[in-house]
T-cell receptor, first 113, second 116 residues
């Protein structure tokens, strides 16, 4: 079945460091890919998305490119801030199968000043 | 604010009891999803409704049930509660029936259930 694999956390960075959170997926169809973020004590918020190969999603300085050849959707940010500390979830929605979002296990990011 | 409203925000109940979690989707969204988030299982998809009808089923226990009403709000019923049911339960909504093709699924802030 469809699945999403994220790098294990926690990821601990200093402010202004470069961030990469790896995400790879397995899907039978042509999925849409998403990154959601969960700040402490809050619900999930959509961070960015990409609906087809080579699309780049971006928001709030975060970027991720849909790579069909490597089945990946890695999240990057050039300079993290303390306020970026949160749990980040990679997810897919398999358009052809019509399933709901399938999430990775989440990666905790902790940024210190 | 995602526009998805969940009540109650926090709930403490005893084993063996039954609770109902309520969700109002974003205005105009016909699809409602329920997810369970626990430390050991992560985010698990439970069930999806579209315009009142069940459309997809995930890892939902037989002790759990859900429905979507004509006004599109949804309820998740959890019965014969066990300690392991303690989790954060999310409701989400989207415009279409699949939440796919790039359509965004919006999440509520969740209902914290603690079973003691």
């Amino acid at each position: 079945g469809d699945s999403v694999t994220q790098m294990e956390g926690p990821v601990t960075l200093s402010e202004e460091a470069f961030l990469t959170i790896n995400c790879t997926y397995t899907a039978t169809g042509y999925p849409s890919l998403f990154w959601y973020v969960q700040y402490p004590g809050e619900g999930l918020q959509l961070l960015l998305k990409a609906t087809k190969a080579d699309d780049k999603g971006s928001n709030k300085g975060f970027e991720a490119t849909y790579r069909k050849e490597t089945t990946s959707f890695h999240l990057e940010k050039g300079s993290v801030q303390v306020s970026d500390s949160a749990v980040y979830f990679c997810a897919l929605s398999d358009n052809q199968a019509g399933t709901a979002l399938i999430f990775g296990k989440g990666t905790t990011l902790s940024v210190s000043s | 604010d995602s526009g998805v409203t969940q009540t109650p925000k926090h709930l403490i109940t005893a084993t063996g009891q039954r609770v109902t979690l309520r969700c109002s989707p974003r205005s105009g969204d016909l699809s409602v999803y329920w997810y369970q988030q626990s430390l050991d299982q992560g985010l698990q998809f439970l069930i999806q409704y579209y315009n009142g009808e069940e459309r997809a089923k995930g890892n939902i226990l037989e002790r759990f049930s859900a429905q979507q009403f004509p006004d599109l709000h949804s309820e998740l019923n959890l019965s014969s509660l066990e300690l392991g049911d303690s989790a954060l339960y999310f409701c989400a909504s989207s415009v279409d029936s699949w939440g796919a093709s790039g359509n965004t699924i919006y999440f509520g802030e969740g209902s914290w259930l603690t079973v003691v």
